[in-house]
């Protein structure tokens, strides 16, 4: 199989190029910088250029490419973050559109932040609510909900007649390479500082690498899902009990807290934003779930002590 992956330079392009190459696909990644195992071919993530042939008789293509949300949102760095999203995505559209023999999958990256903050319930394909109205958000919050929307329209505007569309609402996606998110997370958990944030209420919505190589390879196999599609576990939990067992995996009993003001001001000077730490993200992936995909870690306990036994074995950073 050939799988062609825009901004596969990154943590999950890392991730899916292992796996897709230990099996023995072709893989290729488009991207304007970055390492990778593959081969790499160059564009500039806003136009169609010479990389366009790569997708002539593709199977798969997967777009990840987007400026990094781990930033604050300035007027530049929300113009960044916009602009990389839609402007990828619509020139993997118009090449697509181009090709004569089109690839028979485009997977998209989105984001489950699309969805609203709330406690109450979990959010699903069918009956998730869109966020963006919440009383009890930030009204900044909305701006990550904004991109999410725009995103996924020029998936759905993209005229691609041949190729089937799905739209990846993924949650974080853990993995045990230096330099990522599960990496910050354990760097605060070693340093006795993974503790309770705020009142440690907000869910955590998480899925293990290996089950995120699995899903893809799961909707590359069943042809009758399309549009969006949740990636996440089944089971997200409050804050409080995610970092709690993440302590656990590690061996370690400190975890200090922090106010919300205390992580407001810890955000500031970062140079992130509160809404990734404070957004109560809860959702749960049905479509998934009702077509028959199993999960190899479900609950986050077990996911923990995997990814913690991995990073231990490859050694110091």
Same mark, same amino acid.
């Given at each position: 199989?050939?799988? #062609?992956?825009?901004? %596969?330079?990154?943590?999950?392009?890392?991730?899916?190029? =292992?796996?897709?190459?230990?099996?023995?696909?072709?893989?290729? #990644?488009?991207?304007?910088?970055?390492?990778?195992?593959? =081969?790499?071919?160059?564009?500039?993530?806003? $136009?169609?250029?010479?990389?366009?042939?790569?997708?002539?008789?593709?199977?798969?293509?997967?777009? *990840?490419?987007?400026?990094?949300?781990?930033?604050?949102?300035?007027?530049?760095?929300?113009?960044?973050?916009?602009? !990389?999203?839609?402007?990828?995505? =619509?020139?993997?559209?118009?090449?697509?559109?181009?090709?004569?023999?089109?690839?028979?999958?485009?997977?998209?990256?989105?984001?489950?932040?699309?969805?609203?903050?709330?406690?109450?319930?979990?959010?699903?394909?069918?009956?998730?609510?869109?966020?963006?109205?919440?009383?009890?958000?930030?009204? $900044?919050?909305?701006?990550?909900?904004?991109?999410?929307?725009?995103?996924?329209?020029?998936?759905?505007?993209?005229?691609?007649?041949?190729?089937?569309?799905?739209? +990846?609402? $993924? !949650?974080? #996606?853990?993995?045990?390479?230096?330099?990522?998110?599960?990496?910050?997370?354990?760097?605060?958990?070693?340093? %006795?500082?993974?503790?309770?944030?705020?009142?440690?209420?907000?869910?955590?919505?998480?899925?293990?690498?290996?089950?995120?190589?699995?899903?893809?390879?799961?909707?590359?196999?069943?042809?009758? +899902?399309? %549009? @969006?599609?949740?990636?996440?576990?089944?089971?997200?939990? @409050?804050?409080?009990?995610?970092?709690?067992?993440?302590?656990?995996?590690?061996?370690?009993?400190? %975890?200090?807290?922090?106010?919300?003001?205390?992580?407001? *001001?810890?955000?500031?000077?970062?140079?992130?934003?509160?809404?990734?730490?404070?957004?109560? =993200?809860?959702?749960? @992936?049905?479509?998934?779930?009702?077509?028959?995909?199993?999960?190899?870690?479900?609950?986050?306990?077990?996911?923990?002590?995997?990814?913690?036994?991995?990073?231990?074995?490859?050694?110091? @950073?």
């Amino acid at each position: 199989m050939k799988v #062609v992956i825009f901004g %596969g330079t990154g943590q999950l392009g890392n991730v899916l190029v =292992r796996a897709l190459q230990a099996r023995g696909d072709d893989v290729v #990644v488009v991207s304007r910088s970055g390492a990778t195992a593959a =081969r790499r071919v160059e564009w500039d993530a806003k $136009s169609v250029g010479p990389w366009a042939s790569e997708l002539d008789g593709t199977d798969v293509v997967l777009n *990840l490419a987007g400026r990094s949300v781990n930033c604050r949102y300035t007027a530049a760095n929300r113009k960044a973050m916009f602009d !990389s999203r839609v402007e990828s995505t =619509r020139a993997v559209g118009a090449a697509i559109a181009g090709c004569s023999r089109p690839p028979r999958t485009w997977l998209q990256m989105s984001t489950a932040t699309i969805y609203s903050h709330r406690f109450d319930a979990p959010n699903d394909e069918a009956t998730g609510v869109i966020g963006g109205s919440e009383p009890d958000a930030p009204p $900044s919050w909305k701006f990550s909900i904004d991109i999410a929307k725009a995103w996924e329209h020029e998936l759905a505007v993209a005229n691609t007649p041949r190729t089937r569309k799905v739209a +990846l609402r $993924s !949650s974080l #996606v853990l993995n045990a390479d230096r330099g990522g998110i599960f990496d910050v997370l354990l760097g605060l958990t070693r340093a %006795g500082l993974g503790g309770t944030l705020g009142d440690g209420t907000q869910y955590v919505s998480w899925l293990h690498e290996h089950d995120f190589v699995g899903m893809l390879d799961f909707l590359v196999a069943h042809e009758e +899902l399309d %549009g @969006p599609v949740i990636l996440a576990s089944p089971n997200p939990l @409050p804050q409080r009990e995610f970092m709690a067992a993440l302590r656990a995996a590690w061996g370690t009993r400190i %975890g200090l807290p922090a106010t919300r003001w205390m992580t407001a *001001l810890g955000a500031f000077f970062l140079r992130t934003e509160t809404e990734l730490t404070f957004k109560s =993200r809860r959702v749960v @992936p049905k479509r998934l779930l009702d077509a028959g995909y199993r999960l190899l870690f479900p609950d986050w306990p077990e996911a923990a002590r995997e990814l913690v036994a991995r990073y231990r074995s490859a050694g110091s @950073p």
